[in-house]
């Protein structure tokens, strides 16, 4: 089992920044890759970004492409999304996400593990 656990969501203004942080744990040998994802209210839960573990490239959905950065820390078994210029369309809950087979990283049934989830809100 892995657990994962998010921190870092908050209230900010359009324009600013936060870092959110998602610590795992368990058996967390075998990761293929990590992601982030996140829901408004009455929307579907939609890919933010994705780091794939041992190589480390880069994935976003386009709407956060230059303003949102995923990073990982292998050896706190621990994934990033630093949110910069940040706008009300991104306000969401925003979930981490563990994935352990070779598959899509846009796709949230790719991934088998899930975060809490942490509150994001941007006001204009």
């Known amino acids: 089992q892995v657990q994962l656990v998010e921190s870092g969501g908050g209230l900010v203004q359009a324009g600013g920044s936060l870092r959110l942080s998602c610590a795992a744990s368990g058996r967390t040998f075998s990761r293929y890759a990590m992601g982030w994802f996140r829901q408004a209210p009455g929307q579907q839960r939609e890919f933010v970004a994705a780091?794939?573990?041992?190589?480390?490239?880069?994935y976003y959905t386009d709407s956060v492409k230059g303003r949102f950065t995923i990073s990982r820390d292998n050896a706190k078994s621990t994934v990033y999304l630093q949110m910069n210029s940040l706008k009300p369309e991104d306000t969401a809950v925003y979930y981490c996400?563990?994935?352990?087979?070779?598959?899509?990283?846009?796709?949230?049934?790719?991934?088998?593990?899930w975060g809490q989830g942490t509150q994001v809100t941007v006001s204009s």
């Open positions: 780091i794939a573990w041992r190589g480390g490239t880069t």
């Open positions: 996400a563990d994935q352990y087979h070779s598959g899509s990283y846009y796709r949230p049934d790719e991934y088998a593990y």
